[in-house]
């Protein structure tokens, strides 16, 4: 392949890095994403450049586990449509083939100017306190004029602007309120819950000896009062309560992976043993998920053959039945 094209295999391979650099902050934190001015490299490297500048904006935000995972979908759905349009075949989420370019254009610089101008306006919307810091001098250090709002599809930066657009204006009406203009939400408050939400039990602080009559409901979530890293009193409330109603980004509805049954209720075996497992695994007993899935197959009485047991099962299994503790947080 030669160096002056952007593949599919490429374009993914690109974006991994970001999520391997999210997983590994250490690697992510020793990584130069934007303050020094380096030269855009054939293939990946610009693609890369934007998941380091993403993860920056995502340590600096300090927004929530779910909030995260909308804003990197959406910035990488952004960066998607826009080089879409350089590709015979591929189609954007938003406008679908409507921005595609004929083949003398579909040149490596026209592709990386294009995704740069499409992850820009991402970036500098879903983590706006990072624009003057992060994305600017990125965008300079690329050679992009980050005042260039041009919609001409004839344009690479035309065409940046007018998939992210596309792709943001949907997103702003997903259900996450991440304007914090949803009725009921506070106003102005990005994300802010708009479900009228409320905890059945009562922040239980657990600095002091577990009192299980703090308990209400112990099919329900419950605050937790602790003692953070800055040696600061707080009580989290729920994050994403609204979650529920997002749109997704692959699935066409939100519930189609959820347990029909819902989680294990209190009192149950099932409960005891899925309780048990998590202690197990926060103590060291059980060494990773697949463990835990494993156990919980086996109380369930799921391992009856070889085949219920075998790799595939159990990953088809742990796909569709998460761990109970996400279950549970997702209440």
Not at 20 to 40: D, G, M, W, Y
Not at 306 to 322: C, G, M, T, V, Y
């Amino acid at each position: 392949m030669t160096a002056d094209r952007i593949s599919r295999r490429q374009f993914l391979r690109g974006a991994g890095v970001g999520g391997i650099a999210l997983l590994i902050p250490a690697a992510a934190r020793s990584s130069s994403f934007a303050r020094t001015a380096v030269p855009v490299r054939p293939a990946e490297n610009v693609v890369v450049r934007w998941n380091q500048a993403f993860l920056q904006g995502v340590r600096d935000s300090k927004l929530g586990p779910p909030m995260v995972s909308r804003a990197l979908a959406i910035a990488h759905t952004c960066i998607y449509d826009a080089w879409a349009g350089y590709n015979r075949v591929a189609v954007g989420t938003r406008l679908g083939g409507a921005l595609r370019r004929p083949a003398r254009e579909r040149r490596f610089e026209n592709k990386a100017e294009a995704l740069s101008f499409a992850a820009y306006r991402a970036a500098i919307d879903l983590f706006p306190g990072d624009r003057a810091t992060v994305f600017d001098p990125l965008m300079t250090s690329l050679g992009y004029d980050a005042g260039d709002h041009s919609t001409d599809p004839a344009t690479p930066a035309g065409i940046g602007n007018l998939a992210a657009d596309a792709v943001l204006t949907f997103r702003h009406r997903d259900g996450a309120n991440q304007l914090g203009d949803e009725p009921g939400g506070k106003p102005g408050v990005p994300y802010s819950d708009y479900t009228g939400f409320v905890p059945a039990n009562a922040p239980m602080d657990i600095r002091l000896p577990f009192d299980p009559n703090a308990v209400h409901d112990p099919d329900a979530w419950q605050p937790l009062t602790y003692v953070d890293g800055s040696g600061n009193v707080v009580t989290p409330s729920f994050v994403g309560v609204q979650w529920q109603h997002v749109v997704p980004f692959a699935l066409p509805a939100s519930d189609r992976l959820r347990s029909p049954t819902g989680p294990a209720r209190h009192g149950s075996a099932e409960y005891v043993a899925q309780a048990q497992a998590l202690l197990d695994l926060s103590a060291g007993r059980i060494r990773n998920y697949r463990d835990l899935v494993r156990r919980t197959l086996k109380q369930r009485g799921a391992r009856r053959t070889k085949q219920r047991a075998s790799s595939k099962s159990i990953d088809r299994e742990f796909l569709h039945n998460p761990p109970e503790v996400n279950r549970r947080m997702c209440r």
